[in-house]
C-alpha cells in the first residue's frame, strides 16, 4: 500500500496518474469517464448536453453567485418560476420577500459570462437541471429536508475535468473523517478507497486535509476515478496544500462546487456542501470522526437521502473514532472493515436505486387526499413545474412541493430537469390499466 500521506506521485505510486489508462486499459477507463463530455462550454447556444438554453445557463450562473448554497428562499422561487425569471425580479427589484437586499448586494460586482469565461479556462462548465450529464440523485434533495435552515438540491453545479458528471457518480462512495486523522485512519481510508476503486466504484470527498485527501489518493494510486466536491470554487484550491492533488483528481475524475470560480471556503459552505457527498453517492463512509466532527453532518445527510452509511471502527481508546463507534453503537452506521463490504453495502442500494422510488411501494389507495389530487395533476411524459402542477390541482405551491416529495419517496413521480413528471412505474401502471378488459 502506498503511503497516503505523500505529496508527490512517486510516493503515492502515482507515477501515471497524469494519464490514468497507465494503470487500467484505455478503455474500460474512457468508459467509467464518460470521455466525450466536453472540456468547456459554448455559453452562446443549446448545447448537446440537454434542453438548457444559454439564457437559463447564464442565469443559473449568476445565481449561484447571487445566493448561496442551500438557499431555500432561492431555490424555492425557482422551482415555481424558473431561473431566468428568478434573476429578472432580482434584477428589477421584483423578487418578494427580504432577501432582495442581500441579493442585489451582490449585483454591481459580478459578471455572469465572466464566469462562464473563467471556468472554461481551467477546463470547467457548468452543468445544470436538464443537462442530460445532470445526476439524478441529486432530485432526493427535494424532500431530504434542512440542517440549519438549509437545504434542498443545487441550481446548478461548476465542473472541473472531462468526465461526465452523471456517468461517473452513478456507481460512487463518500469516504469523509477527520482532517486531524491518525495515521491509522489514514492508511485505512486509503486502503478500502484503493480496494473500492478497484471494484470500479467512483470515490467522492471533499478534497480536505486528513481523510479526504486520503481517500483521493487511494482512488488515483488503484487508477480509479475520484470527485473532490469543493466549499471553494473550482479554480481556488482549498486547502492550498492542496493544488496539485486537485490538479491530479480534475485529471482523473472532476472537481465540483456550487459557488462559482474565484469564490473563496466560508465555513457554513463546508457544511452545506456535505448535502452534495451524500446525495451523489451510494453510501457514505465514516472513517475517524470525533463525537463533534463535521463528518457525521455529512452522515446525517447520507441517512436523509435514504443512503447506505458505514462506519469504520478504531481502537476504542481513541477519540478520533468516538463519533463513528456511536453512529455504529445507535444503528446509524453499519460497520465496515474492508473495501468488499463497502461495495457490498452499495451494490445493495444501487439496485434500490435502479428504480424511482427510494421508499415502500405503496398503491393510491394509501395517499392521503391532498396527495392523490396532486398526483392527478402531475403530467404523464411532459414535466410540469410546480407552479403549474400548483394550478391543475388547485393546491398551494407549498403544498404541492410536500405532497411532491411523498409522491417521489413512494415512486409516483421522478424528476426531469427543473420539473416533475410521473414515474416509469406510474405510466406502465396506468397504460396496463387503460388497455385493461
Given at each position: 500500500?502506498?503511503?497516503?500521506?505523500?505529496?508527490?506521485?512517486?510516493?503515492?505510486?502515482?507515477?501515471?496518474?497524469?494519464?490514468?489508462?497507465?494503470?487500467?486499459?484505455?478503455?474500460?477507463?474512457?468508459?467509467?469517464?464518460?470521455?466525450?463530455?466536453?472540456a468547456?462550454?459554448?455559453?452562446?447556444?443549446?448545447?448537446?448536453?440537454?434542453?438548457?438554453?444559454?439564457?437559463?445557463?447564464?442565469?443559473?450562473?449568476?445565481?449561484?453567485?447571487?445566493?448561496?448554497?442551500?438557499?431555500?428562499?432561492?431555490?424555492?422561487?425557482?422551482?415555481?418560476?424558473?431561473?431566468?425569471?428568478?434573476?429578472?425580479?432580482?434584477?428589477?427589484?421584483?423578487?418578494?420577500?427580504?432577501?432582495?437586499?442581500?441579493?442585489?448586494?451582490r449585483?454591481?460586482?459580478?459578471?455572469?459570462?465572466?464566469?462562464?469565461?473563467?471556468?472554461?479556462t481551467?477546463?470547467?462548465?457548468?452543468?445544470?437541471?436538464?443537462?442530460?450529464?445532470?445526476?439524478?440523485?441529486?432530485?432526493?434533495?427535494?424532500?431530504?429536508?434542512?440542517?440549519?435552515?438549509?437545504?434542498?438540491?443545487?441550481?446548478?453545479?461548476?465542473?472541473?475535468g472531462r468526465?461526465?458528471?452523471?456517468?461517473?457518480?452513478?456507481?460512487?462512495?463518500?469516504?469523509?473523517?477527520?482532517?486531524?486523522?491518525?495515521?491509522?485512519?489514514?492508511?485505512?481510508?486509503?486502503?478500502l478507497?484503493?480496494?473500492?476503486?478497484d471494484?470500479?466504484?467512483?470515490?467522492?470527498?471533499?478534497?480536505?486535509?486528513g481523510?479526504?485527501?486520503?481517500?483521493?489518493?487511494?482512488?488515483?494510486?488503484?487508477?480509479?476515478?475520484?470527485v473532490?466536491?469543493?466549499?471553494?470554487?473550482?479554480?481556488?484550491?482549498?486547502?492550498?496544500?492542496?493544488?496539485?492533488?486537485?490538479?491530479?483528481?480534475?485529471?482523473?475524475?472532476?472537481?465540483?462546487?456550487?459557488?462559482?470560480?474565484?469564490?473563496?471556503?466560508?465555513?457554513?459552505?463546508f457544511?452545506?456542501?456535505?448535502?452534495?457527498?451524500?446525495?451523489?453517492?451510494?453510501g457514505?463512509?465514516?472513517?475517524?470522526?470525533?463525537?463533534?466532527?463535521?463528518?457525521?453532518?455529512?452522515?446525517?445527510?447520507?441517512?436523509?437521502?435514504?443512503?447506505?452509511?458505514?462506519?469504520?471502527?478504531?481502537?476504542?481508546?481513541?477519540?478520533?473514532?468516538?463519533?463513528?463507534?456511536?453512529?455504529?453503537?445507535?444503528?446509524?452506521?453499519?460497520?465496515?472493515?474492508?473495501?468488499?463490504?463497502?461495495?457490498?453495502?452499495?451494490?445493495?442500494?444501487?439496485?434500490?436505486?435502479?428504480?424511482?422510488?427510494?421508499?415502500?411501494?405503496?398503491s393510491?389507495?394509501?395517499?392521503?387526499?391532498?396527495?392523490?389530487?396532486?398526483?392527478?395533476?402531475?403530467?404523464?411524459?411532459?414535466?410540469?413545474?410546480?407552479?403549474?402542477?400548483?394550478?391543475?390541482?388547485?393546491?398551494?405551491?407549498?403544498?404541492?412541493?410536500?405532497?411532491l416529495?411523498?409522491?417521489?419517496?413512494?415512486g409516483?413521480?421522478?424528476?426531469?430537469?427543473?420539473?416533475w413528471?410521473?414515474?416509469?412505474r406510474?405510466?406502465?401502471?396506468?397504460?396496463?390499466?387503460?388497455?385493461?378488459?
Open positions: 500500500m502506498a503511503n497516503p500521506a505523500g505529496d508527490a506521485p512517486g510516493q503515492l505510486g502515482l507515477d501515471g496518474v497524469g494519464d490514468p489508462g497507465s494503470t487500467r486499459s484505455p478503455e474500460n477507463q474512457e468508459n467509467r469517464r464518460g470521455v466525450g463530455a466536453p468547456a462550454v459554448d455559453s452562446s447556444a443549446r448545447d448537446s448536453r440537454g434542453g438548457v438554453t444559454s439564457a437559463e445557463r447564464r442565469a443559473r450562473a449568476a445565481l449561484t453567485r447571487l445566493g448561496e448554497p442551500g438557499d431555500l428562499t432561492l431555490a424555492r422561487f425557482v422551482a415555481e418560476h424558473g431561473a431566468e425569471a428568478a434573476y429578472d425580479a432580482i434584477r428589477t427589484s421584483r423578487f418578494p420577500g427580504r432577501r432582495l437586499g442581500d441579493y442585489q448586494s449585483l454591481a460586482a459580478f459578471d455572469p459570462d465572466r464566469d462562464l469565461e473563467t471556468a472554461a481551467v477546463g470547467g462548465r457548468l452543468v445544470c437541471p436538464g443537462d442530460a450529464e445532470w445526476p439524478p440523485s441529486l432530485d432526493v434533495l427535494d424532500v431530504a429536508g434542512t440542517i440549519d435552515g438549509r437545504g434542498g438540491p443545487p441550481l446548478a453545479l461548476w465542473v472541473r468526465t461526465d458528471l452523471r456517468a461517473v457518480t452513478a456507481r460512487s462512495c463518500a469516504f469523509v473523517g477527520a482532517r486531524a486523522a491518525t495515521e491509522y485512519g489514514l492508511y485505512v481510508a486509503a486502503e478507497a484503493s480496494g473500492a476503486a471494484h470500479d466504484v467512483t470515490i467522492v470527498s471533499g478534497g480536505a486535509f481523510i479526504d485527501a486520503a481517500a483521493h489518493r487511494g482512488a488515483l494510486a488503484a487508477g480509479g476515478c475520484t473532490a466536491v469543493l466549499a471553494s470554487g473550482v479554480d481556488v484550491p482549498y486547502p492550498r496544500a492542496h493544488e496539485q492533488l486537485l490538479s491530479w483528481i480534475a485529471d482523473a475524475g472532476l472537481v465540483i462546487s456550487e459557488v462559482p470560480p474565484g469564490s473563496t471556503p466560508r465555513r457554513p459552505r457544511l452545506i456542501r456535505n448535502r452534495l457527498i451524500a446525495a451523489l453517492t451510494l457514505t463512509v465514516v472513517v475517524e470522526a470525533a463525537l463533534r466532527s463535521g463528518a457525521l453532518n455529512t452522515a446525517s445527510w447520507a441517512d436523509r437521502c435514504h443512503r447506505e452509511v458505514m462506519g469504520v471502527p478504531g481502537p476504542v481508546t481513541s477519540v478520533a473514532s468516538a463519533g463513528v463507534h456511536r453512529l455504529v453503537r445507535d444503528g446509524g452506521a453499519v460497520l465496515v472493515t474492508d473495501a468488499e463490504e463497502v461495495v457490498e453495502q452499495i451494490g445493495r442500494l444501487g439496485m434500490d436505486l435502479a428504480s424511482p422510488k427510494t421508499g415502500v411501494s405503496r393510491r389507495d394509501g395517499l392521503d387526499p391532498r396527495a392523490r389530487q396532486v398526483l392527478e395533476a402531475v403530467p404523464v411524459l411532459r414535466a410540469s413545474g410546480v407552479a403549474s402542477i400548483a394550478r391543475s390541482a388547485g393546491v398551494a405551491a407549498d403544498e404541492v412541493l410536500a405532497a416529495g411523498e409522491l417521489f419517496l413512494l409516483f413521480v421522478e424528476r426531469q430537469g427543473t420539473g413528471r410521473l414515474s416509469a406510474e405510466r406502465d401502471t396506468r397504460r396496463h390499466q387503460s388497455s385493461g378488459p
